[in-house]
């Protein structure tokens, strides 16, 4: 293992950000002296430039959601004279699923130790069981989404369901993009091992995995605790 | 199997799609068997196609840019000549022709023209500007254009396959909703934008990546050009504003489709929040598309005035202030919606406001120019059209954002006018200023001058003849999107718009033979210094056109206006800097994945508009495999050995050399 192969480069990266290895050729960009800390100091290494560039995009993608979130909170009341929260929602199905989100944030922040200590076998058996409990969560959601539409309840029924459906569904999609990924980097750290763009990678999922929690909270708390107040 | 397509979805009946759609398929089959009997076919492909060189790809998205301008643009031919013949009559385009022209001129022009070309440009001059090699995201930047690319072929299938919208380029709900809009055009447009904004979406990650963590060395934030930080301002509106596009358009996909409620008539819909949710885009997508014409006004009229801009830090202030404030505006679009006085006192305030910031950037340009030896080029012309032109459409616009007034000239040809007046003399002056003032950085010759000027003057007056005639026709009431009228009084000032019209088509041919004479003649115009506009950024500092990697060695930046220094300190001491140590640079090797990407999001589209669903599971099952291989690649860049970066950079220095000794005994 040499010193700049790891996610969280001990030689140059992070902590010295834009003041490290040179991004596209050794040498360039090295040995700026009068660097004053506003990024001067030539290209930041691609650990950095990875990094950055996904949280960018979670950022937009919480946008893209705080429009959803927008939308429901405008139609949270648009009933229609159809059922409300308060008589829709299951809630320990919610309870159940919140657990087993958050636990599966915990496994994964867990297969993000094991890949530091470049264990295959328990960075692989964190991220199976980040999987399942993701996928746990999904059952759980597309059962109570089944149920409602069997009551005569589906987001055809009125524009407060339309929301709630979008919304909910939107991060239940998410959920589903994630369980693609997470194989894929099980497959990519089995056969490729730990390698620099591999462990990059294992970098963006971690992120990626922990904003779908926040999200979550989010969704909770606007969704299910204001909605079943109403 | 093919859910809603038959061949009844070809206009068979309607002879001017019908022909203008053979015309085009006819030539896009001419130049793919032109292409293919000539072998260019695996130049195309090696060079262009899987490139991710971010000046090639921004070449691509300029091209496209200008292909999708020329056919707005007759489709306003066709709106000014239809309005003209239509005076108590039906003229020549029926309502529901009409009313696709007037929709697709509207989404072509701000998608599929204004975008390509201001991202194009970006990505050819930000990463040279920043003193850097490449973007953050190589081959996500080739995605990126190629799902634009995507878009935009969507919506010209929709000529000759199906229909287009019938209801204005924003679609506004109910109109949109499946009992009024039963077609397919609404989802042509849906699908046209949800796939092109993800590519927009990513190069607005991929530049805020870029302009903030890969900059040369000693490139600190206040030595950056206004060009970047117009295009860091315009990248983060695009990251904060397109997933609400996203987002409102993935809204009313699910009301077509799945019969959501949330902007329909009944069940509680609510399509005013539809007007909220996409003028909350909207509105920072005007300053998307102008931030960056603004930037390049002030790169051309520093260049051309052979001066420093003018206060560069108020111009970043200013820049970021409008960044921000352009979130703060959006209800000036529909002050009638009756939000109330307070709200629309707010919005109304707050769009005057906005106006400060772009008084102060005016006033920039015009004390760069004042004391300056200005060289009239092509370039700068249009930026001294654009400083006239811009200032009257901005008063309108102020105008405008008074809501007591905004009641009288709503959805009038008033509005039309103003907008069209900062669209056209904001962002396609500076789309011509822009590609007139790279050109010879791209490809290494210029443009030719006689054919530019002539395209400009024509321009600038085919302008004046079309809108200013508008305005008035809008404060004498008439509205917009009017396939015919029977007021008299309108009658002449719609029939000089369409003299106009005239004018600007002699413009469009002008600009056209620009560039047949220009490749025709360019060994005479051929440029050898990389430096023809006698330049004071970074990107004129390498030869024209740059080679793969850019700079043979990343320059050492040590203040605001790098080149310039570079440039004085060389005739100063007759000496160009020592030759550096050359290493060997590792670049990002060619993919396809864009294109495959793009290939399989036009088919997925293509399916969803027709409710061809196994072809819809298919698309997607494809771009997952995409995604993979993609993945599983192990070869991810190539190395360029330091004798070649020697070989070339000697060369450069060489013409450098003789550039000097031409130069000998100049004041600096």
Request: hydrophobic share 55%.
């Amino acid at each position: 293992m040499s010193a700049t192969d790891t996610p969280f480069d001990r030689a140059g990266d992070p902590y010295r950000v834009g003041r490290g290895r040179d991004w596209l050729s050794e040498g360039a960009g090295r040995g700026y002296v009068h660097a004053t800390g506003h990024g001067e100091g030539g290209p930041a290494s691609k650990r950095v430039i990875v990094g950055y560039g996904f949280w960018i995009f979670l950022l937009s993608d919480i946008v893209m959601f705080s429009a959803f979130f927008a939308a429901h909170a405008v139609l949270q009341t648009a009933t229609a004279g159809g059922p409300s929260g308060r008589e829709l929602f299951n809630w320990w199905s919610i309870v159940l699923q919140t657990a087993f989100l958050l636990v599966s944030s915990f496994t994964c922040g867990l297969s993000a130790v094991a890949t530091e200590a470049r264990s295959q076998l328990w960075t692989q058996i964190a991220l199976l069981v980040t999987g399942l409990f993701g996928l746990a969560f999904l059952v759980l959601e597309g059962r109570d989404f089944a149920v409602m539409v069997m009551q005569g309840a589906g987001p055809d029924r009125s524009a407060f369901l339309s929301s709630l459906f979008a919304v909910v569904g939107l991060h239940g999609l998410h959920v589903s993009a994630g369980l693609l990924w997470l194989g894929t980097m099980m497959a990519q750290v089995f056969v490729k091992g730990f390698r620099p763009d591999i462990l990059r990678r294992l970098v963006c999922f971690n992120l990626f995995w922990h904003a779908l929690d926040i999200i979550w909270v989010a969704l909770f708390t606007v969704v299910y605790l204001i909605g079943l107040g109403r | 199997m093919f859910g809603k397509l038959t061949w009844q979805a070809i206009p068979w009946d309607q002879p001017i799609p019908l022909v203008a759609g053979s015309v085009v398929v006819l030539i896009v089959l001419a130049i793919l068997a032109l292409v293919v009997l000539k072998g260019y076919l695996p130049y195309l492909w090696h060079e262009w196609i899987t490139s991710v060189d971010h000046k090639r790809i921004g070449v691509m998205y300029t091209l496209l840019g200008l292909v999708m301008l020329l056919r707005g643009f007759i489709d306003a031919i066709m709106m000014r000549s239809q309005q003209a013949a239509a005076f108590r009559a039906a003229g020549y385009l029926p309502p529901e022709h009409y009313a696709q022209i007037f929709s697709a001129h509207g989404t072509i022009m701000i998608f599929f023209a204004a975008m390509p070309i201001m991202i194009g440009l970006m990505n050819f001059a930000v990463p040279l500007q920043l003193g850097v090699r490449d973007v953050a995201f190589p081959t996500l930047n080739s995605t990126s254009f190629w799902l634009t690319a995507t878009g935009a072929l969507l919506v010209n299938i929709s000529l000759v396959v199906g229909e287009f919208a019938r209801t204005g380029w924003l679609v506004y709900p109910p109109l949109s909703e499946l009992p009024y809009s039963p077609g397919v055009g609404v989802d042509y447009y849906l699908w046209a934008l949800l796939i092109s904004g993800v590519g927009t979406l990513m190069t607005g990650i991929n530049f805020v990546t870029t302009i903030l963590k890969i900059r040369a060395p000693g490139m600190s934030y206040l030595r950056m050009t206004i060009f970047c930080w117009t295009a860091l301002a315009a990248n983060l509106l695009i990251v904060a504003a397109f997933p609400i596009l996203t987002a409102t358009l993935g809204m009313l996909a699910l009301d077509r489709y799945l019969g959501f409620h949330f902007f329909t008539n009944e069940a509680g819909g609510n399509m005013m929040m539809f007007i909220n949710l996409i003028w909350a885009w909207g509105h920072p997508e005007v300053y998307i598309l102008v931030l960056p014409a603004f930037g390049i006004f002030s790169e051309v009229i520093s260049t051309f005035s052979g001066k420093p801009l003018f206060n560069y830090r108020s111009m970043v202030a200013a820049t970021m202030f409008i960044c921000l404030v352009s979130y703060m505006v959006w209800l000036h679009h529909f002050f009638t919606m009756g939000a109330g006085a307070d709200v629309n006192a707010f919005f109304g305030i707050s769009t005057s406001i906005i106006a400060v910031g772009t008084g102060v950037k005016i006033y920039n340009w015009l004390f760069t120019m004042y004391g300056g030896r200005i060289r009239f080029t092509t370039p700068m012309l249009w930026s001294m059209g654009f400083l006239v032109t811009f200032v009257i459409g901005g008063m309108t616009g102020v105008l405008l954002a008074v809501p007591p007034a905004d009641f009288l000239l709503h959805n009038s040809l008033f509005l039309v006018a103003h907008f069209h007046n900062v669209i056209i003399g904001g962002v396609l002056f500076a789309a011509f200023a822009g590609i007139t003032y790279w050109f010879p950085k791209a490809f290494g010759f210029k443009l030719d001058e006689g054919w530019g000027k002539a395209g400009f003057w024509l321009s600038l007056l085919g302008f004046y003849v079309v809108f200013m005639p508008l305005y008035v026709a809008g404060l004498l009431g008439m509205t917009r999107r009017l396939q015919h009228y029977d007021v008299a009084a309108w009658r002449p000032w719609v029939l000089v718009a369409g003299i106009g019209i005239i004018i600007m088509m002699a413009a469009a041919a002008c600009q056209v033979a620009q560039f047949v004479v220009s490749i025709r003649r360019r060994e005479e115009l051929r440029d050898e210094t990389g430096d023809p506009w006698n330049g004071r950024s970074l990107e004129w500092a390498t030869t024209s056109p740059p080679p793969p990697f850019n700079f043979a060695v990343l320059p050492n930046v040590q203040g605001a206006e790098p080149y310039w220094e570079i440039k004085r300190r060389a005739i100063e001491t007759q000496h160009l800097s020592p030759e550096p140590k050359y290493e060997p640079i590792e670049m990002p090797r060619n993919s396809p994945t864009g294109f495959i990407t793009a290939f399989f999001s036009t088919i997925t589209g293509f399916a969803l508009i027709w409710h061809i669903w196994w072809l819809v599971g298919l698309g997607l099952v494809a771009a997952y495999a995409v995604f993979v291989w993609f993945a599983w690649r192990d070869a991810v860049e190539y190395s360029i050995p330091a004798e070649e970066v020697a070989r070339y950079d000697r060369e450069r220095r060489r013409a450098r050399e003789q550039w000097l000794a031409q130069h000998a005994g100049q004041p600096a």
